[in-house]
C-alpha cells in the first residue's frame, strides 16, 4: 500500500533518495528464461542519466548498474531482479542553506507536512533521481515486449512554446532535446540554453507511440489500459497532465467527427489514440503529457522557513533547465511497465491450463 | 488484479452490466460507527441517473439503492457495505440489430478481442451505468470525508466550445447541464438540444475542486495523489484527458512564473493545482477533465461486423447527446474515493497505536 | 486491504451478515467463456447449506443462488460474477438477550473491540453464513479446475476423538458427518447427537486430497501454495490449525526419514503432501486442518456483560453441534480459489504473448 | 502478485539467491520519525546468521547489514528503507554435481518445473539464506511494535521427539537450541551432535508468544489474525504446520472444555490462542510450527536426474543438522512484520482525521 511499488503481475519496487548511498530497483514477477545483459539495459539508463549534453544538470553520474539477482547464466531466472546504482557525484552540502527553507515548486514543503520529517538533500526521495530505477525496470519489461513485437517510442513534441512541425523519427536521439523535428530541436536548444544562462527554466510537451500492441489489452473497469498509463505518467515528477489520441481537443469535437470509423483494413482514423472502453483497439496508442518548468532555478523567489518567516530563496544546485530530454526515456520506461503488467494480467485471464509447458519432462 | 475493485484502504468493487439483473457495488473498509442512511446516498444517484432532464438519456431508471450488509441500527459496522440497484427499464431487444456489428467509439470491437465474447445489449459492461455503483460508493467516502472538513465540487467547464466565463458555484445544480456560468448553461442547452435534432452529440470539459484537504496528502512515488486521481478519472468511459492546476499552459510556461511561491499566509498562487511531488500542499485541488462527444449517434457510420465485412451502422437506443452534466457527480465520487483511500493510508502511516480507544472497556 | 476480499487474479469478496438481508460474492478475474449454470453451484451450496441432516443446524435456509452479472447467454463474460443469496429464515430476536454479553468461544467481545460497534444478531459477519458466498465462488472455481483436470475433495477424518480407519472416498458424501470411514461415520453421528442431547459441541478433523494439479504451481517466496492454503483455512472461523504431509509428525522424525525420495515414476513416498519449496511436486497434495468444538452450547458458562459485570449466558439459538461436516464443502470451495489464483499466476509469469487468441479475426 | 512481497500497509519485499552476489530487502511503509540503528537490526541478523555455535552449519557469513535509503540522521524518513547484506562466503562450485540431479526434500525439481530454468547453487531463492532479508525488515517491525507495548519470543519447544517440560524465558539466547528447558536443551545438542555425525538430520518444534497486543487486531474475513500468521509461518521454507493455542488438540474437546470463560480480570483461560474470529483478544497470542528435519543430508537418497535417470545421491555442502535453533528469529521475525502490517491496517480503518499532526506548522 505504501507507494514505491506499481504492478500486480509485472511489478517494480523502487528505493534510494539523491544523495543517499544509492538508488535501484527490485522488479518481480519477470518472465524465466529470457536472455538479458547489464549492456541492454545500460542503454537505457545513458539516456536518462545527468550530464549527457548542454542542455542537461552537469551532476556526472555514470548511472552504472548492477544486477544482484534473478539472473542465471544470462538468463532470467523468474525470481526477483534486483537491479541497483550506487550514488557517486553527491553534493549534501550544497543544500545546506536550503535545509531549513521551502524551494517554490519543490515538494519539501509537502514531504515535511506529510511525514514530519524531510531528507533535504537535493530533494531526497521527490528527486528525479528516483526515476533511475524505474528507466531500469522498464528496460526488462522492453526487452519482455520485444519478445511480443511491441515497440514503445517517446520523444519531445514542444518545448517552452516551440512545436515540432515535423515528425521524423530517425533524428529523435540524434538531438540534445529528443525532438521529433530538426529544425525545431534547434530552436529548442537556444531557448533552453538562454533560459538556462538567465536562470530560468521552462516546460514542454512530451509524446509518446506504442505500436504492435495487440487489440484487447487492460483491463476495465478501475484499471484501464488509459487509466494505467494515466496514473504512470502522473507518477513521474514533472509531469501536470495527459491526453490520449485527440485528447482534449475532442471536448470542443462532434461524435460523427470523432468516432473512428472501421473499415476491413481496421480503423480510418485514431481520435480515440488506440484505447477504447480501457482496451486497446489494436491501432497506434498515443498520448502525450503536459511536463512543467523545472522548479529549480537561480531566480529569486518569496518564500517561508519551517519557522513560518518569509524570506527570498535562489536555487542553486546542479539542475535541468529543461527536464523533457531526460523525461522522455522516464515515459518510455513506464509505458513498458504498465503494458508488460497489463499483457500479463491478460494472459492470467484466459489461462484454461494450456499455456506453458516445463522444457523439463 | 482484475480491474474491477479500486483502493487499499478504502476498498470499492463493483458488478454489473447495463441491462443485467442489477448493477450495485461493495465498499470494505468503511470507518465503523458512522451514521448514513440511504437517502444521503440517493442524492447522489438522483444527480447521476437518467431522464433527470431534457438533455439526458430518456432511459427510465429511478436508480433506487438498496443497502444490505455493512450497516446496523443506522451506522456502518465496518464490514462491506453491499449496495444494490435493480434494473428495472431494460430494453435489451432494442440492440439486436447491433449484435454483430462494432459501433464506432464504443467497446464493442475492444470487449470482444478481450474475452473473446460480449454481451452486446446496451454496452454490457463498458456502459455508463456501471458507474452507478461508484457514485454510491463515493457517497460513503463523502460521508467520512465530511468529518474531515473536506469538501469536493465538479461542474461542467465547458460544452462543444462554449466556455463558461463566470463562476458561480450555486448555480451549479440549478441548470441541466450543470455548468457554473448561467449565460453559458443556456448556450450549451441549446446547442445540446440542436446536435440531439441532427443525432449527433458533443464532447465537453469537466473541472473539479477540493477543499479542506489538509497539506500531506498523497503517497510517493507511484501512488501520488496526482496519479491516482488521474487514474481514477481515467476510468470514466468517456474521459480523454486530465490536467492539474496550470496543466497543459504549464508547458508553455516558465520556472519563474509556474512556481508558487509562498509566504506566511500560504500559497500566492495555485498553478500547481494543490499537489506537489504527489502530496496535497492544503491549497484547493484543481483538475479538469477532457470529455469525448457520446459515441451513440444516429448519424449514419461505416463500421465492420464480426465477420469483418463492412457496413454501415446507425445507433439507435436511448443515449445523451452530451454526457458532461451526469460525469459531473461520477467525476465527484471517484474524487472522494481517492480522497478517502489515501487519507486512511496516511493515518497507516502514522500510526504508532495511539489512534483509536475503543469504547468499550 | 480491508479483509473481505481474496486473490491476486481470481479475486473473490464476500459480504453480508448472518441476520441481514442477503450475503454473497463478486468473482473477479473469472475466464471468459466458459459455461456454467446455476445448478452446478446449487450443488455445492446444497452440501454446505443448514438444516441437511439431524446432526445440523435446524435453521431453514435454502441457500438458493442468484447470478446477478457476468454471465451471458450461459456462459461467463469475464466480467464480475456476482452472486447473491437472501436470507429468509432469519430470527434476529433470537439473539436479544445475548445482545449486551459476550458469549465464549465467540467473536462478540473481539468485534466490539475491533470495531467500537456490532451486529450481535446471529454473530452478523463473523457467522459461519459468509462462507456461503466463499462456497458459491469455489464452485466457479471449481468449474475452472475442471479444464484443467483438478480435483479437490475433502471429507472429516477425525470428531470428537473417534477417527477414521479406512478410506473409502464413494461414501464420503453418503453419510451426513462426511467420513471417509462407514463404521467411524456411525459413531460419530451418535456422539454428536448425544452431545447435542446435553447441549454441548465436539471438534474434529478435516482433510483434503487435491489431484490432478501439475508440478510447478505455487509463488515464492511468501505467497507459496502451502501459506496460501494455510491462509485460506485458517480463514475459516472454527479452524484452529493445519498440517501438511506428514504435518507435526515431521517433528520428530528424521531427514533420511522424512524426505521422499524419487524414481523414474515420481515420488516414492509424499511426506511433503505434494509441495516442496511452496510448489506443487504434481504429486497429490494433502493437508488436515482441525477444527474447534462449535463456540455455541447450551451448558452454562461464565463471562462479562458490556459494562464488565459477570454473568453466567446460556448460548440458545440454532446451530450445528459439531461443524465438521458443514466445513467440508467450505474447505474445499477455499482450496479451489486458492489453485486456481495460483495457476492464473502461473500463466502470467510465463506469458510471452502467445497464449490466447480471440475467436474473432 | 509474485510471491516476494509480504504486507498491505507495512510492505516488506526480498530479494538474492543464496549464491548470489547480495540478498536483502526493501521495506516501504515504516513509520517515519522513528529512530532505529543498524546495530538495532545487526542483533537479529546475528541471531539467525550461520556459524553461530556447533549445531548450525559452518557456512561463514557476518551477515553485516547495509541500510542504503530511507534513513536521514538517525530517524526513519517514511520512504522506503533498502538494507543489503552481501554474500561473502560463497560456494558455488561445492553444488556443481549436484547440478543435474533433485535433491530429495528440497525444491531443485519444483523449481525447474515452475520456472523451466533454475539457479541450483546452494537451492538458490529457496535457500534459507532468503530470510536474512525478512530478519531485518522484522527488527525494524519489532522497533515499530516497541512503540506499542507489544513484545514477540519464539523459541524450541521440541527437537527429535525431545520435549521442553518447563518454561524459563530466560535461559532461550543462552543456549544453542533456543530451547526453553535447559535439561531439554542439553539432549537435544547431543541428539543433534549424534545426527549429524551419521550424516543425518532432524525436525523440531517452534513455539511462539505474542504479549501486550490490544484486543481488536486482526482483519476478518480473508485476513484474519490468525489466517495472516499461518501464511506467513508455512511461507518459512521448513515449516509444515502450524496450530493456535490449544490447536490439533480441540478437535477432541467439547465446547464447554474449550472455550474460554470470562471473567472481570479477562478470559480464565487460552485455549484460543489469543485470537478469536480472527481478532486478538488481548489475551497472550500463541502458536506452535512444526519443522520438518533439515533435508540436506549424507545418507545416500534414490533421486533422478533432469534427463529422468535414476540415480543416488549424497548433500555434501555445508548445513543445519537441525533448523530450528536458526528458525527461531525468522519466526518472530514474520510475526512482528504481520502485527505491525495488521495495526496499521486498524488505524487505516478508524481514521476520522484526527489522528496525525505535523510537527510542523
Redesign the interface.
Known amino acids: 500500500?505504501?507507494?514505491?511499488?506499481?504492478g500486480?503481475?509485472f511489478?517494480v519496487?523502487?528505493?534510494?533518495?539523491s544523495h543517499?548511498?544509492?538508488?535501484?530497483v527490485?522488479v518481480?514477477?519477470v518472465?524465466?528464461?529470457i536472455e538479458i545483459d547489464e549492456s541492454y539495459i545500460q542503454v537505457q539508463m545513458d539516456r536518462r542519466k545527468p550530464g549527457q549534453s548542454s542542455v542537461t544538470t552537469p551532476r556526472k553520474e555514470y548511472d552504472e548498474i548492477?544486477i544482484?539477482?534473478?539472473m542465471?547464466e544470462g538468463?532470467?531466472?523468474?525470481?526477483?531482479?534486483?537491479i541497483?546504482l550506487y550514488n557517486k557525484d553527491m553534493k549534501p552540502s550544497a543544500y545546506d542553506d536550503i535545509k531549513d527553507a521551502?524551494r517554490?515548486?519543490?515538494?519539501d514543503?509537502?514531504?515535511?507536512?506529510?511525514?514530519?520529517?524531510?531528507?533535504h538533500r537535493g530533494s531526497?526521495?521527490?528527486s528525479g533521481r528516483?526515476t533511475a530505477g524505474r528507466v531500469a525496470a522498464g528496460a526488462v519489461a522492453r526487452k519482455?515486449l520485444e519478445?511480443?513485437?511491441v515497440q514503445v517510442v517517446a520523444y519531445t513534441k514542444?518545448i517552452?512554446?516551440i512545436q515540432c512541425e515535423t515528425y521524423d523519427e530517425s533524428i529523435i536521439e540524434k538531438n540534445p532535446v529528443r525532438a521529433c523535428d530538426p529544425v525545431a530541436a534547434e530552436k529548442m536548444v537556444q531557448k533552453i540554453e538562454h533560459?538556462a544562462s538567465i536562470g530560468?527554466?521552462?516546460?514542454?510537451?512530451v509524446e509518446c507511440r506504442i505500436r504492435g500492441l495487440?487489440?484487447?489489452?487492460?483491463?476495465?473497469?478501475?484499471?484501464?489500459l488509459?487509466?494505467?498509463?494515466?496514473?504512470?505518467?502522473?507518477?513521474i515528477?514533472a509531469v501536470?497532465?495527459?491526453?490520449?489520441?485527440?485528447?482534449?481537443?475532442?471536448?470542443?469535437?462532434?461524435?460523427?467527427?470523432?468516432?473512428?470509423?472501421?473499415?476491413?483494413n481496421g480503423f480510418?482514423s485514431n481520435?480515440?489514440?488506440g484505447?477504447?472502453?480501457?482496451?486497446?483497439?489494436?491501432d497506434e496508442i498515443v498520448f502525450r503529457i503536459?511536463?512543467?518548468?523545472?522548479?529549480?532555478?537561480s531566480?529569486p523567489?518569496?518564500?517561508?522557513n519551517?519557522k513560518?518567516?518569509?524570506q527570498e530563496i535562489v536555487t542553486i544546485g546542479r539542475h535541468d533547465p529543461c527536464i523533457c530530454p531526460r523525461v522522455v526515456p522516464v515515459v518510455e520506461a513506464m509505458a513498458c511497465i504498465v503494458l508488460e503488467d497489463q499483457?500479463?494480467?491478460?494472459?492470467?485471464?484466459?489461462?484454461?491450463?494450456f499455456?506453458?509447458e516445463?522444457?523439463?519432462?
Open positions: 500500500m505504501p507507494g514505491s511499488s506499481y500486480e503481475c511489478k519496487t523502487t528505493f534510494g533518495e543517499g548511498e544509492a538508488v535501484g527490485i518481480d514477477g518472465t524465466p528464461g548492477h544482484m539477482s534473478g542465471f538468463k532470467t531466472t523468474g525470481t526477483p531482479l534486483f541497483v521551502f517554490p515548486g519543490h515538494a514543503y509537502t514531504y515535511l507536512q506529510k511525514y514530519g520529517i524531510r531528507d531526497g526521495r521527490a528516483e519482455l519478445h511480443r513485437g514542444a517552452g512554446g533560459l530560468d527554466s521552462c516546460g514542454g510537451i495487440k487489440p484487447g489489452i487492460g483491463e476495465p473497469v478501475f484499471d484501464k488509459d487509466a494505467e498509463l494515466a496514473k504512470a505518467m502522473l507518477s515528477g501536470k497532465g495527459i491526453e490520449f489520441g485527440a485528447g482534449f481537443a475532442a471536448a470542443e469535437m462532434q461524435g460523427s467527427e470523432h468516432n473512428d470509423p472501421m473499415d476491413r480510418k481520435n480515440a489514440g484505447i477504447i472502453g480501457g482496451i486497446s483497439t489494436g503536459a511536463v512543467k518548468p523545472t522548479s529549480s532555478i531566480v523567489q518569496q518564500t517561508i519551517v513560518g518567516e518569509e499483457l500479463k494480467r491478460q494472459a492470467a485471464l484466459h489461462d484454461r491450463g499455456a506453458f516445463s522444457e523439463f519432462e
